[in-house]
Each structure stands twice: as C-alpha cells, then as structure tokens.
C-alpha cells in the first residue's frame, strides 16, 4: 500500500499520463519556475524537468496539483479523496526505526556548499534569491522529545546557512522552547518524498504525532534512521536530507520572496546553520510553486475534511464545504430549515480558523464546485442590504497584506440561499430527470 518514494510516485504518475517530462535545458533561475507558474494556473500534470542547467540533479514540481493525482495518492477516486483522507488521519501507525537508508548513500560533512549539490530555485523576478520551498523540517520538543514535521520556507542565505520560515504553532513553539535555553534546535530537512508524506508535513496538526499521521496517511509505518550528525530521525526513502540547527537568538532579513498570497513578503527569520548533506545515489529535487493550485488543493485536502466534520455537529444541514483560494473562502452548501441557519452557519466557517476571511452558504441545489453556479446564487438570492455580513477587528492572516497593523482584519459572509416558502420563484431550470440521465449516457461515450 503506499508509495516507495517519490521515484516511485512519479513512476505511477508516468503510467496514468500525469507526468510532463521536460528534455529541454533550463535554467534553476527562473525558467524552471516560469514553467511551474504556467502549470500552477490550473489543474494540470506534474512536471519533472530531467535537464537543469549546472546541475545533475532533476527537479520535480506541481506533484500534487490536480484532483486526479491526489486520488491516485490515496488510490481512491477524486469524488473520496476527502472521506479517504479522514478515514486514513482517524489511524495513526508508529514509525519504524530501520538500519538501512537509502538517503545516506552519500553523506558530505566536509566543505558544505548547498548551491553546488542541489539545484534550488529562484522563482520571481523580485525574489531576493533561491529558495527550498518543498522540505520537510524534522524536529523534536527539546522538553518533551514529542517529534514534528511541517513544511517551512528556506532562503539560501550561505554555503552552510538557511533563512527558515517559521509561522505554524508547533514548530514556533519547539524553537521558543530551545531559545528560552539558550540553545539551538537541531533540525532534519527532507526533500524529495513520497506524496503521503508530503501531505503530513502541511497537514495543520497542532501538538499531535506528525509521525503517527504519517503512518496513518501513507497506509504503513515511516521508516526513519537516525541522523548522522543530529539527534533528529530522518526519512529513510527521502530523496535528500540535510541536518544542521536553528540557531539561537539569531533573527535576519529573510526575503523579498513571492508567497503563497500572491505578493512579495519580506519577513525577520531565524537562521539555520547546516552540518551535513545526505541523498540518494540519483536524487530527485522536488519544490512546490508558491501560489499555485497545488497549495489550494492540499490546503482543501487537508483543511476541509476537519472543517467538514467540526462544522456538520453544528450544521447538521450542511450538505457540502470547499475551502478555495489558499483555503481563505468557504463555500458551504445547507438546506436550510430556519432563515436563521445560514447566518448561524457564516459565524461558524468564519471563526473557524483566522485564514478563512471570507464564507458563503448557498442552497443545496448549486454545486459549490462550479463557480458559474456559486456566481449565479450570489447575482439572484443574495441582497447585499439584508444578507451581508461584516465582522471587523479580527485576528488576520499574516499573509493578507490588506491587513491593519497588527495583524488585524475584517471578515465577510454573504448568504446566498432563497427565502424559505419561495420554492417556485426559485426553482432551477432543469430538463426532466429521465431525459437528463440519457443526455448522461450519451455524452459518457464521448468522456464528458
Ligand atoms: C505549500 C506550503 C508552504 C508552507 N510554508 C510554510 C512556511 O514557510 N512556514 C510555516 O510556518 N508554515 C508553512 N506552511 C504550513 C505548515 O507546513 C503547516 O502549518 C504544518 O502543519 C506545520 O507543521 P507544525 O504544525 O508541526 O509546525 C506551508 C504549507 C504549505 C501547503
């Protein structure tokens, strides 16, 4: 069950025609990127870019940017990504601890040049250089040893030494613990792995074992072997880890760099100091495109499922919920029973975490999926003066840059459904049931 690694997924997204394979050389300073951008625009295959120039190494991007390939992740289809996701995060199965890593086969301690061995990208014209946007940072409670695992930005900042992104709360909090110890974090950084794993690291998990989830998710247990040069369990079947430490009481300029919210940010971040490269005889370079379908898919995948169940025990009429644009809108479908219940059920998606800025609650005739349909609700049940919802001086995404100072923002719900009692003037036009399921059979032979 699972997935090897990530040759292995590319191997599977090679047979089911999900997989690009570049010939052409490109550059790692903008054209690989420029690629991913057109790619990252809409649900398209992943990309493995086989020549990079000054590198051996290739790079894979956009792994998970269509609903197709998240399905074959799960072996599922795409209508049960979201039920499977839940099903797999309900078991957690322990890591197990292996003697044998492939991603040891070659270890440099000595002379550490990062830009020399892997080929990391710059991505915008603007950004302040390369940046590792797909590793996957290992790292353990120095109080408790409780293990870690979440995706954070790295600006390659020196032969040895990283910029590191850290804004989630278990990551925030191990460092704090460290610093307020005067010592530094010892960390592992993955790059190159299997889907599964992938989705753990940016799965929110607040304080829960991230190893477990992995297990969980992946279908079997993570394998880990012991760090070479850190007391951190690195993943035996990733591509490349690098080990070093985040140093303590060190803050730098980390940025411009283009973000997941579409602008440039420029941030204070700790510093990681590297002490070791470990990797695979041919390793994969993976990355993820910052503003891209892929990061609203798996920010769906692993946001809306929670949303789904936390929102249902309190909305019992709620048919269906997508989070869109880097999880910040909720779409949710009801069938309401009091006009009292969509608003009810805007206060509740609103307050469901602080990146969800804006929420709309339509009727369960309209397919929250199809845009033309939520557009169409919105343009004929929606009175802004009644049926707007403005809730001001709101903790806000650090990312929102409309934001006020101090991370403070507002938030908006529109209710979109139809008076109750005024089901005719409302009725969708539709064709009768039997002809509609014929057009079905019909359009099936041409694959619509
Ligand atoms: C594409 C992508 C990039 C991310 N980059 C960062 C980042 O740079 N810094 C950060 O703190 N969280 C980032 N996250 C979110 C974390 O990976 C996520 O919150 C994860 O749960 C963090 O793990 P932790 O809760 O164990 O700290 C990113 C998520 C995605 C999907």
């Keep these: 069950m699972g997935f090897h690694d990530l040759k292995d997924f590319l191997q599977r997204l090679k047979e089911e025609g999900e997989l690009i394979e570049i010939e052409?050389?490109?550059?790692?300073?903008y054209?690989?990127?420029?690629v991913l951008v057109k790619l990252g625009q809409q649900e398209?295959?992943?990309?493995?870019?086989?020549r990079v120039k000054g590198y051996d190494m290739p790079v894979a991007g956009n792994l998970l940017g269509s609903r197709k390939r998240l399905a074959i992740m799960f072996e599922t289809t795409p209508e049960n990504i979201s039920e499977e996701y839940l099903k797999r995060k309900s078991r957690g199965i322990q890591p197990r601890l292996v003697s044998h890593a492939p991603v040891q086969e070659v270890i440099i301690k000595d002379n550490i040049d990062l830009a020399s061995v892997l080929p990391i990208l710059t991505f915008h014209d603007k950004d302040v250089g390369p940046y590792i946007t797909q590793g996957l940072i290992f790292m353990k409670n120095p109080d408790t040893g409780a293990n870690t695992v979440?995706?954070?930005?790295?600006?390659?900042?020196?032969?040895?030494?990283?910029g590191i992104q850290l804004v989630s709360r278990t990551s925030t909090e191990f460092f704090r613990r460290a610093e307020a110890k005067n010592r530094s974090l010892e960390i592992a950084i993955a790059i190159g792995v299997d889907p599964t794993l992938l989705l753990t690291a940016v799965t929110w998990f607040p304080f829960g074992d991230k190893l477990e989830l992995a297990g969980g998710l992946?279908?079997?247990p993570l394998e880990l072997a012991a760090g070479k040069t850190v007391g951190v369990d690195i993943p035996a079947h990733a591509m490349i880890v690098l080990e070093g430490e985040i140093l303590p009481s060190v803050r730098e300029t980390d940025g411009p760099f283009g973000e997941s919210s579409g602008y440039y940010t420029t941030v204070q971040s700790p510093v990681v100091e590297i002490k070791a490269i470990c990797h695979q005889k041919e390793p994969i370079f993976s990355v993820f495109k910052?503003?891209?379908?892929?990061?609203?898919?798996?920010?769906?995948?692993?946001?809306t499922g929670e949303g789904f169940k936390k929102l249902k025990a309190e909305i019992p009429s709620l048919s269906a919920l997508k989070l869109s644009w880097n999880a910040s809108t909720a779409l949710m479908s009801i069938k309401k029973s009091n006009e009292g219940e969509?608003?009810?059920?805007?206060?509740?998606?609103?307050m469901h975490n602080l990146y969800i800025k804006q929420a709309v609650v339509v009727d369960d005739d309209v397919d929250i999926y199809n845009p033309r349909e939520v557009e169409w609700a919105i343009a004929t049940r929606f009175q802004p003066h009644k049926d707007l919802v403005v809730i001001p001086g709101l903790e806000a995404n650090p990312l929102d840059p409309s934001m006020e100072k101090g991370a403070i923002g507002s938030k908006l719900g529109i209710d979109a459904t139809?008076?109750?009692?005024?089901?005719?003037?409302?009725?969708?036009?539709?064709?009768?049931?039997?002809?509609?399921?014929?057009?079905?059979?019909?359009?099936k032979k041409f694959s619509l």
């Design 24 to 29: 052409e050389e490109l550059d790692p300073r």
């Design 150 to 162: 979440g995706v954070h930005r790295l600006q390659l900042k020196g032969k040895n030494r990283l």
């Design 290 to 303: 910052p503003w891209s379908i892929e990061d609203d898919l798996i920010l769906d995948l692993s946001w």
């Design 218 to 220: 992946g279908g079997s």
């Design 44 to 50: 398209s295959p992943a990309a493995l870019f086989k």
């Design 342 to 350: 969509p608003r009810r059920a805007l206060y509740l998606a609103l």
């Design 31 to 34: 054209e690989i990127a420029a």
């Design 418 to 443: 139809k008076p109750l009692g005024e089901e005719e003037k409302f009725r969708k036009i539709a064709p009768p049931l039997a002809a509609a399921n014929k057009a079905g059979e019909i359009l």
